[in-house]
């Protein structure tokens, strides 16, 4: 069993590798905020591309506060075009990896336990986050 540090370490690595082969188009941490967050600010629109949707099933064995709203440095939300292979690298190294969902659309939905959790435009939710700090500090 990996102490958290080595837990970390091993999967940057094993991110870095799957981005450096190709595998991996995109990759963000749950450090900040969770996996909610970090789902939601990978649908946000940037120099390199407009926004973009996703839609996604929370698996039903994490709990909601914990693991959705929780940061850990040693999850990181992946997007790929072969699901099956990054499972398999990730099994390797000795890291789990978990299907969440498929990236499209102009909405960030997900699903938990067979609800709606989060049904919202990506344009809605990106006006909130790029303006609320300068709102709140007006």
């Not at 407009?50 to 709203?69: C, N, Q, W, Y």
Request: charged share 25%; aromatic share 4%.
């Amino acid at each position: 069993c990996l102490v958290a540090d080595e837990l970390v370490r091993e999967a940057q690595r094993a991110v870095l590798d799957a981005i450096r082969s190709g595998l991996v188009r995109s990759a963000h941490d749950t450090s900040e905020g969770g996996l909610i967050v970090a789902l939601a600010e990978c649908c946000y629109s940037n120099i390199y591309r407009r926004a973009v949707g996703a839609t996604v099933k929370i698996p039903s064995h994490l709990e909601v506060m914990r693991d959705l709203f929780g940061e850990y440095t040693s999850r990181i939300v992946v997007s790929t075009k072969d699901s099956l292979a990054l499972a398999q690298r990730a099994a390797q190294s000795g890291l789990r990896c978990t299907e969440l969902g498929t990236v499209g659309g102009a909405r960030l939905i997900a699903e938990y336990e067979g609800q709606r959790a989060v049904d919202i435009a990506i344009e809605e939710l990106e006006q909130a986050w790029r303006r609320g700090l300068p709102k709140l500090l007006s």
